[in-house]
């Protein structure tokens, strides 16, 4: 566990794969640390020559939490108030990953607010990345807005337990998974447990959901990117609907989208090697605009 530094924010990080890969930086989702990055699909990464960090987002994991900006309410989340910081603070996090790493450019993949980070990112930073992957996102928190099972699911009462906070991440990959992919359910479970060991703080998932609701649409800054990019989305996906895919994909220019029918907002174990290959054809393309430059 290595830690970089954003002004007062702490990031916990890791990065794996062959000393002289190709960087990319995994960016995860909502409420979730860098351990629901699944094993698989790591390996899928690091197999195809890439060097890979991932780490935990502010109010998560073992970055820093931000306890004294309070838990936003219901009524905070309704009128799109933010937390006190916002994604373009998140992107920073993910910047001073790359900057803690001496990494000048990287392919950043993100997945559901990951993904929103991930876009933030590439338009304010933009030397900074060598290709974006935006799986289960969107450009506006008003597209692809879900589904209101989806989203009850999340605003649940805080677990009481360790137990409870393991049953209550199956509970709402049930909801939100895959219809057309089996759940891994032991993993979750294990990966809920070790993350309630490492920290629990439901008022800090809350603080990124409001980070999420008061965000600006980024499509306007996504139509001036000039980086191969890449959009993943799935057809039955409850929490960013299909739209927010089909978005993201239109204002970027020249993006590649790849839509999963049966797919709902997660990575299922069956299309984590097409994903992982489309990423890795989207940084061959990378490379060969660096050759067409030289």
């Given at each position: 566990?290595?830690?970089?530094?954003?002004?007062?924010?702490?990031?916990?990080?890791?990065?794996?794969?062959?000393?002289?890969?190709?960087?990319?930086?995994?960016?995860?989702?909502?409420?979730?640390?860098?351990?629901?990055?699944?094993?698989?699909?790591?390996?899928?990464?690091?197999?195809?020559?890439?060097?890979?960090?991932?780490?935990?987002?502010?109010?998560?994991?073992?970055?820093?939490?931000?306890?004294?900006?309070?838990?936003?309410?219901?009524?905070?989340?309704?009128?799109?108030?933010?937390?006190?910081?916002?994604?373009?603070?998140?992107?920073?996090?993910?910047?001073?990953?790359?900057?803690?790493?001496?990494?000048?450019?990287?392919?950043?993949?993100?997945?559901?607010?990951?993904?929103?980070?991930?876009?933030?990112?590439?338009?304010?930073?933009?030397?900074?990345?060598?290709?974006?992957?935006s799986i289960s996102s969107t450009p506006s928190p008003r597209v692809g807005r879900?589904?209101?099972?989806?989203?009850?699911?999340?605003?649940?009462?805080?677990?009481?337990?360790?137990?409870?906070?393991?049953?209550?991440?199956?509970?709402?990959?049930?909801?939100?998974?895959?219809?057309?992919?089996?759940?891994?359910?032991?993993?979750?479970?294990?990966?809920?447990?070790?993350?309630?060991?490492?920290?629990?703080?439901?008022?800090?998932?809350?603080?990124?959901?409001?980070?999420?609701?008061?965000?600006?649409?980024?499509?306007?800054?996504?139509?001036?990117?000039?980086?191969?990019?890449?959009?993943?989305?799935?057809?039955?996906?409850?929490?960013?609907?299909?739209?927010?895919?089909?978005?993201?994909?239109?204002?970027?220019?020249?993006?590649?989208?790849?839509?999963?029918?049966?797919?709902?907002?997660?990575?299922?174990?069956?299309?984590?090697?097409?994903?992982?290959?489309?990423?890795?054809?989207?940084?061959?393309?990378?490379?060969?605009?660096?050759?067409?430059?030289?």
């Open positions: 566990m290595r830690i970089a530094r954003h002004g007062a924010v702490e990031v916990a990080y890791e990065v794996e794969g062959p000393s002289d890969g190709e960087p990319l930086l995994l960016v995860m989702g909502l409420g979730l640390q860098m351990l629901f990055w699944p094993d698989g699909f790591r390996a899928e990464l690091t197999g195809r020559g890439f060097r890979v960090a991932r780490f935990d987002n502010r109010d998560v994991g073992l970055s820093t939490h931000l306890g004294a900006l309070g838990a936003p309410s219901p009524l905070d989340l309704a009128v799109r108030r933010g937390p006190g910081y916002a994604l373009a603070d998140m992107a920073g996090d993910a910047v001073a990953v790359l900057d803690a790493l001496g990494w000048e450019s990287a392919h950043v993949v993100g997945v559901s607010l990951g993904g929103m980070i991930a876009q933030t990112v590439a338009t304010a930073h933009p030397r900074r990345v060598r290709s974006l992957t879900p589904r209101p099972r989806a989203m009850v699911s999340l605003l649940r009462r805080p677990a009481a337990d360790r137990e409870a906070a393991a049953q209550q991440v199956v509970e709402v990959f049930r909801v939100i998974g895959s219809p057309a992919y089996p759940h891994d359910e032991d993993w979750l479970r294990e990966v809920a447990r070790q993350s309630y060991d490492r920290a629990h703080d439901p008022a800090g998932v809350r603080r990124q959901l409001a980070a999420i609701v008061s965000a600006a649409d980024r499509r306007p800054a996504l139509r001036g990117l000039r980086v191969p990019a890449l959009v993943v989305h799935g057809t039955a996906d409850p929490l960013v609907r299909l739209r927010g895919g089909l978005e993201t994909a239109r204002a970027i220019p020249d993006a590649r989208l790849v839509v999963h029918p049966g797919m709902g907002h997660d990575l299922p174990a069956a299309l984590q090697p097409a994903i992982a290959g489309e990423i890795g054809a989207l940084a061959a393309r990378w490379r060969d605009g660096v050759a067409g430059r030289s």
